[in-house]
């Protein structure tokens, strides 16, 4: 994937213009920005900031299980559904369409994130 292509987070901007300066390093201003670069993450395999931007509480250093998983997985679209706006908790409802080796495995999460210290992190999700 190139800088050039449009954003995996379905902003409609080039990558470069959208969730790649979170992945450099820029803080999110909130949850729902937070979820869409972690989706974008997922999608151009920036395993170290799926980790970083996990909470502590849930976080799992294992780089493995995010690098199979993005391995597998094909990132198609991202739809937000929902944002609950909070000032230390917030939460996104979403639909993740994916394939997994070859097999439609969409979803929908309600993400659950928390506000420390002006940093969000991603905490858990019900799978809906």
Known sequence: ?????????????????????YHDGR?????????????SAYARKEY?????????STRDSDFQNVKEFSKQTTFQNLEIIEF???EK???????ASILSDGK?????????????KNIWYYVDGDIQ
Do not use: Q, W
Not at 27 to 39: D, E, G, P
Not at 48 to 56: D, N, R, S, V, W
Not at 89 to 95: D, G, I, R, S
Not at 108 to 113: A, D, L, V
């Open 27 to 39: 803080v999110a201003k909130n949850a729902l920005i937070l979820m869409c670069s972690r989706y």
């Open 48 to 56: 170290k900031y799926i980790i970083k931007t996990t909470h502590e």
């Open 84 to 86: 609950i706006d909070g």
């Open 104 to 116: 439609d495995s969409s979803f929908i999460e309600k993400s659950r994130f928390l506000n420390e």
């Open 89 to 95: 908790e917030a939460y996104v409802t979403f639909k």
């Open 1 to 21: 994937m190139s800088i050039n292509d449009k954003c995996p987070c379905n902003s409609g901007l080039k990558y470069k213009k959208c969730c790649k300066s």
